[in-house]
Nanobody, 126 residues
Framework: HVQLVESGGGSVQAGGSLRLSCVTS??????????MAWFRQAPEKKREVVAT????????YYADSVKGRFTVSQDNAKNTLYLDMENLEPEDTAMYYC??????????????????WGQGTQVTVS
């Protein structure tokens, strides 16, 4: 079955950097097969999409709030999705989740309903 396991969260000061990793298993990473995404949810706030990427694609989507600071990437050999976060701000404090869904031609990865989720990793910026 599909599993997603996040890691890399932690506590950093404003302006610092973190790299989140999401190791996946249970499905094959082939070009165009799955949308991958990072979401986050802060206390008492709605979950929001941070970045999405279609496997094998080179044009990711970023929320406006993270453009220029966050970078999503994939390592096909390791079935791993990354989120490099730079110049972190206190507003980035949240639980970060990795998610996956089978790609559908009529829905972009940024608008998709995601099927598989990791357990989350906490990011705290002070």
């Amino acid at each position: 079955h599909v599993q997603l396991v996040e890691s890399g969260g932690g506590s950093v000061q404003a302006g610092g950097s973190l790299r989140l990793s999401c190791v996946t298993s249970g499905y094959t990473w082939t070009r165009g097969s799955y949308c991958m995404a990072w979401f986050r949810q802060a206390p008492e706030k709605k979950r929001e999409v941070v970045a999405t990427l279609l496997l094998g694609d080179r044009v990711p989507y970023y929320a406006d709030s993270v453009k220029g600071r966050f970078t999503v990437s994939q390592d096909n050999a390791k079935n791993t999705l990354y989120l490099d976060m730079e110049n972190l701000e206190p507003e980035d404090t949240a639980m970060y989740y990795c998610a996956a869904a089978r790609w559908s031609w009529d829905i972009g990865c940024a608008s998709m309903t995601y099927t598989y989720w990791g357990q989350g990793t906490q990011v705290t910026v002070s």
